[in-house]
């Protein structure tokens, strides 16, 4: 019989950075299902409504912020709010990235050879640099106050190359084929060593840092790209949205207690073919 209790987050806060998207709002509703206290920081008031609509409704308690994730300034007021509300936090769920839906149209699915340099920075800002900045922030209270759990969620493309012919299908004769961009992989593959140099810095303080590894949710892509990419996946189907809240409170609860610059991949076996 599994100790429940291993999986307890009562009585501590989680930030968690773009939390108002589609995968933020599951890591937010499986912090408070665990007992803990979910901090969602997102730019989008909208996004921080419906978020904030679900989580009352399901009688979770949180704090909801807006801040944009590229601003250095924004990160620390937010932390300096947040350490005056709840003291040091337990734990960092660095989520945010730029990852707009894939479509012919989509800006910022340029072609490497026209991928435009402002587009790049904007990415590695948002996806890399706010993680390093969350990091700093969060993790320096979590190493003051005797320990944490840092997760940086990453991607099965932090593991594999996209294969962009998957994009190509279905796209009319003339129209450019969009191109899963290089930012992307690169934010995601940096994230992995991040996850390594946090989760030995602060050693021997249990400040944990793991990498969480999803694959492709469904739902969010058109018939070609879905069965495109469900044949290259040995389970035969995308992810569910709330498929990574049991790896997800995993990571930030003591049942990972030994866990440490780890990456938990959760793909469905796409890089294992
Ligand atoms: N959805 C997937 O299929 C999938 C698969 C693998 C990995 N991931 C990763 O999971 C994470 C979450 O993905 P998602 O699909 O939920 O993303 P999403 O695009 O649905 O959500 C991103 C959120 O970030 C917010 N945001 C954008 N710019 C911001 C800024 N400057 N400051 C603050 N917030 C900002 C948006 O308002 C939005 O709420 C990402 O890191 C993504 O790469 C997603």
Not at 36 to 64: F, M
Not at 148 to 165: C, E, F, K, M
Not at 169 to 187: A, N, Q
Not at 199 to 214: D, E, H, K, Q
Request: charged letters at 15%.
């Amino acid at each position: 019989m599994v100790n429940q209790s291993l999986f307890d987050l009562t009585d501590r806060a989680v930030v968690i950075t773009g939390a108002g998207g589609l995968l933020g709002k599951e890591h937010a509703i499986a912090v408070g299902r665990a007992g803990g206290t979910p901090v969602l920081l997102d730019v989008s008031p909208e996004a921080l409504t419906a978020a904030t609509q679900r989580l009352g409704a399901e009688g979770v308690s949180h704090l909801a912020l807006e801040v944009d994730l590229t601003s250095e300034a924004q990160i620390a007021a937010a932390a300096s709010k947040i350490k005056h509300q709840f003291g040091a936090v337990w734990g960092l769920v660095n989520n945010v990235a730029s990852n707009p839906p894939m479509g012919a149209a989509a800006k910022g699915f340029d072609r490497l050879e026209a991928f435009p340099l402002t587009q790049w920075d904007h990415d590695l800002r948002l996806g890399l640099t706010s993680a390093f900045l969350c990091a700093r922030q969060f993790g320096e209270q979590m190493a003051s106050s005797g320990g944490g759990s840092i997760i940086n969620v990453a991607s099965d493309l932090a593991l594999i190359s996209p294969d962009q012919r998957m994009y190509a299908v279905g796209i009319p004769e003339g129209v450019p084929s969009p191109v899963k961009p290089v930012s992307y992989s690169v934010v995601k593959s940096a994230l992995l060593g991040l996850t390594r140099y946090l989760a030995t810095y602060w050693s021997p303080i249990p400040v944990r840092c793991n990498a969480l590894v999803p694959g492709s949710v469904g739902g969010t892509q058109g018939p070609d790209l879905t069965r495109e990419l469900t044949s290259r996946i040995p389970l035969a189907r995308l992810a569910e949205t709330d498929e990574y809240q049991g790896a997800l409170v995993f990571l930030l609860s003591d049942a990972s207690a030994y866990m440490t610059g780890s990456n938990l991949v959760m793909d469905g076996g796409r890089t294992a073919w």
